[in-house]
């Protein structure tokens, strides 16, 4: 799983916070982490350097195996809440989706009852 985290000028701390996010990331997401190819993570400061409450955005972008991307946002007094409030969502989202395709699959007529082999 490739992690690219991208943030705004407004956001100090870039090399030591990318660091620290990547490591949170990897550990919060290593259950279905091979099911995700790349992971974006975007991160803002809405207000820019004026104070403000629920300003900091965290916008996740994970594109899983064989299908189309997906995308949670939230926004949060801080940048930690923000992200572990992104990361939450998305975790969530994976999963349902992982659990419908397992679902679907294990719901599906064997080939062998639908259609025998010739004796």
Known sequence: MQIQINTDNHIKGHEVLVAQLRSGMESALSRISDHITRLEVHLSDENGDKPGSNDKRCMMEARLEGRKPIAVTDQAA?????????????????????????????HQPKLEQKFPEAQ
């Open 78 to 106: 801080t940048l930690e809440q923000a992200v572990d409030g992104a990361t939450n969502k998305l975790i969530s989202m994976i999963e349902s989706i992982l659990g419908r395709q397992h679902d679907h699959r294990s």
